[in-house]
Each structure stands twice: as structure tokens, then as C-alpha cells.
Nanobody, 115 residues
Framework: QVLLVESGGGLVQAGGSLRLSCAAS????????MGWFRQAPGKQREFVAR???????NYADSVKDRFTISRDNVKNTVYLQMNSLKPEDTAVYYC?????????WGRGTQVTVSS
């Protein structure tokens, strides 16, 4: 089992920044990769950013050059630094950790960007 706990969401004005954190616990060694997804009201959950199993990073086109994913392997934590936020970035942000047999999700953290 893997437990993922997100934090760092909040309300910010357009152009502002937030840093999300995702702390992982449990069967850490089983995690193949970690990343972030988001879901806006009335929309499907969408990919935002991730570390691949070989350590590379991928980003959605909509956040490239504005968001940066990073990690602290000692703390088993993945971060999402979000800069130049736009109202369309408003969503619940979820941490994601696929393993060999399951995919784990956190409960999400709300990010609201006001115009």
C-alpha cells in the first residue's frame, strides 16, 4: 500500500505562484514513477507533470515553462512549483503514483486562481 498526501493548495491571484507537495509513505520501493494530475469542475482529470521511471520529466503543453516538478528522495516527497498561474489552472490537483499492480492517488488539494 502507498499513501499519498498533498498539501500547498490555496487561493492566488493570476500571475502568482504556489508550490504543491506530495508526501508518500508505505511501500515506497514499489513506486515506479510519481506525478501530478488535475481536475477542473465539469472536466475530466488531466495529466500535468510527472517523473518517469528512469528519472526524466514530462509536462502537459498547457503548463510547460510555467510549472516545475521536483523531488526530495530523502523525504519521499514530490513537489510542483507553479508560476505565472492563470485562472484556467483552477482545479483540484492530485498526486499519482503507479506501481506494478496498482495506481495510487492522493485526496487532492484545491488550487484556485482569481483573475
Amino acid at each position: 500500500q502507498v499513501l499519498l498526501v498533498e498539501s500547498g493548495g490555496g487561493l492566488v491571484q493570476a500571475g502568482g505562484s504556489l508550490r504543491l507537495s506530495c508526501a508518500a509513505s508505505g511501500s515506497i520501493s514499489s513506486i515506479a514513477a510519481m506525478g501530478w494530475f488535475r481536475q477542473a469542475p465539469g472536466k475530466q482529470r488531466e495529466f500535468v507533470a510527472r517523473f518517469t521511471s528512469d528519472g526524466r520529466t514530462n509536462y502537459a503543453d498547457s503548463v510547460k515553462d510555467r510549472f516545475t516538478i521536483s523531488r526530495d528522495n530523502v523525504k519521499n516527497t514530490v513537489y510542483l512549483q507553479m508560476n505565472s498561474l492563470k485562472p484556467e489552472d483552477t482545479a483540484v490537483y492530485y498526486c499519482n503514483a503507479p506501481t506494478t499492480y496498482n495506481t495510487y492517488w492522493g485526496r487532492g488539494t484545491q488550487v484556485t486562481v482569481s483573475s
